[in-house]
């Protein structure tokens, strides 16, 4: 099947053949560790999961490489800042981020290299764009010539003739409305860094942070890969600079795909701490929001359109999830002996088809949520006229596993029951065989103001809970 990317550079959908058949090497730009990443970020690293699953789904192996940014200004800053070196005040953030991701379902990468690992390739790096005349040294700093490089604003559409001749930027981000700048690769050392260098040929300074992800990516991928991923904050300057200096570098092509998702909103806004509208994961998922809900908002709008978070979007996420759950359930619990009959066969295969064919095209998500939706109807009117049996039971979950390698939400994860919320529940189970009514409503009070709810059945007490599901049994 012929899967289409919309490319950046080419701007149009671009037929995806990559470097070496079966094998997809892809760069993601991670997080900048100075602080906990907001849902905004989690927008742009769930497409990225999405499209790593897509690729492995149509059976390609796939090596991916996210940085971790531990220093530039910020990290700099927040760091001295905090009165604590800079590793001391990175390495919470990274953890929190590894946190997150598990959290979200959100696989990991191959390798997470971090940018103060790696100031030799990068010093390099510059080394060669300084012998090649892309680069020059003044006021102790290294700068790339933006002139130099004929093809500089291919991937933006800026144009060279914008370009101020002799004016440097030496911020690792600027706005994007400003003109075309030369660039800083190496900043010598000033009080504001603090104990924050490394040697150089040029003295001791550390690195810009857009040759960081130039030197890593090449380190771990070679100077020619297949996909180079990000938000659309990152085409310029950023990545319009990774091309640059990469290109200028080595000589050869860097990335040959650019993929980038939209930004994220909240509520119609963009997300600002003024606005009370900046969330982290951590602090939606205690506001009782589930990680799974989570995940179906950040997956469900196609990665190249503003994505609204919302109550709205959440409720109905709820809804959507609740429905698909029915599904899972329907094959779940199908009992009896019996082949599947045909009509589930065509109709399992027909969602297979759309589901591979929406994926392919630029992971048009929406068409891939349709087609399961569409087996949820079939399911419904087929057990309808006769339940379903253990042969089909086992069919349908057959295919819902394997659309779930993609989407990662279908089948909930089975989380451990706390061991305070089992006492409680048996605690309250006793009283119930006690008649202690009194207790067992006092119990169950307890339990469900800490976000757990109690069904009781024949076998003992079921407890639901963000993603999980248990039951406490009456023995």
């Not at 680069?135 to 290294?142: F, K, R």
């Not at 795909?257 to 900046?278: D, F, P, Q, R, T």
Request: with cysteine; glycine share 8%.
């Amino acid at each position: 099947m012929t899967i289409k990317f919309y490319d950046t550079r080419n701007k149009r959908l671009t037929e995806f053949q990559p470097l070496t058949p079966g094998l997809v090497k892809m760069y993601t730009c991670g997080p900048t560790v100075y602080a906990d990443a907001h849902i905004g970020n989690f927008r742009t690293y769930v497409f990225e999961d999405v499209l790593r699953r897509t690729l492995k789904y149509f059976g390609f192996q796939v090596t991916q490489v996210m940085n971790l940014t531990d220093v530039e200004d910020k990290t700099i800053r927040e760091s001295r800042a905090a009165g604590i070196p800079l590793n001391q005040h990175t390495a919470p953030f990274i953890a929190g981020f590894f946190d997150d991701l598990d959290t979200l379902g959100i696989e990991r990468a191959e390798v997470y290299p971090a940018a103060t690992q790696h100031i030799g390739e990068m010093i390099a790096l510059i080394q060669s764009l300084i012998d090649k005349g892309y680069a020059y040294l003044a006021d102790g700093n290294v700068y790339y010539s933006v002139e130099k490089f004929s093809r500089y604003g291919e991937l933006s559409g800026k144009k060279l003739t914008h370009l101020r001749r002799g004016v440097r930027i030496d911020a690792d981000e600027y706005d994007e409305k400003e003109d075309f700048r030369d660039f800083a690769l190496w900043k010598g050392w000033s009080v504001e860094d603090g104990d924050v260098w490394w040697d150089s040929p040029w003295g001791k300074g550390r690195p810009g942070w857009h040759i960081e992800c130039s030197a890593m990516s090449m380190k771990y991928l070679g100077p020619d890969f297949d996909i180079h991923t990000g938000g659309v904050d990152n085409i310029f300057p950023h990545h319009e600079n990774e091309i640059a200096q990469s290109v200028a570098g080595t000589g050869c092509g860097f990335a040959r795909y650019w993929l980038h998702s939209a930004h994220l909103i909240v509520n119609g806004e963009k997300m600002s701490k003024s606005l009370g509208n900046y969330f982290t994961l951590k602090q939606l998922v205690a506001k009782g929001l589930s990680p799974r809900t989570i995940r179906y908002v950040l997956l469900t709008v196609h990665y190249r359109q503003q994505l609204n978070f919302s109550d709205d979007a959440v409720s109905a996420a709820n809804s959507s999830l609740e429905r698909l759950d029915t599904l899972r359930t329907a094959f779940d619990e199908a009992k009896g002996e019996g082949t599947v009959r045909p009509e589930l066969t065509a109709a399992i295969e027909e969602s297979r088809l759309k589901f591979r064919e929406s994926l392919a095209d630029d992971l048009n998500i929406s068409g891939a949520m349709a087609a399961l939706f569409g087996l949820v109807s079939s399911v419904h009117r087929i057990a309808q006229a006769q339940p379903l049996n253990g042969s089909e039971g086992e069919a349908g979950m057959n295919y819902w596993k394997s659309v779930d390698r993609v989407l990662a939400l279908l089948i909930p994860k089975q989380a451990k029951l706390p061991l305070q919320i089992e006492l409680l529940v048996k605690q309250r189970l006793a009283a119930r065989r006690a008649k202690q009514w009194a207790t067992s409503d006092q119990i169950r009070d307890q339990v469900t103001s800490l976000g757990y709810q109690l069904e009781d059945g024949a076998q003992g007490t079921l407890v639901i809970w963000g993603e999980g599901r248990t039951i406490v049994s009456n023995n």
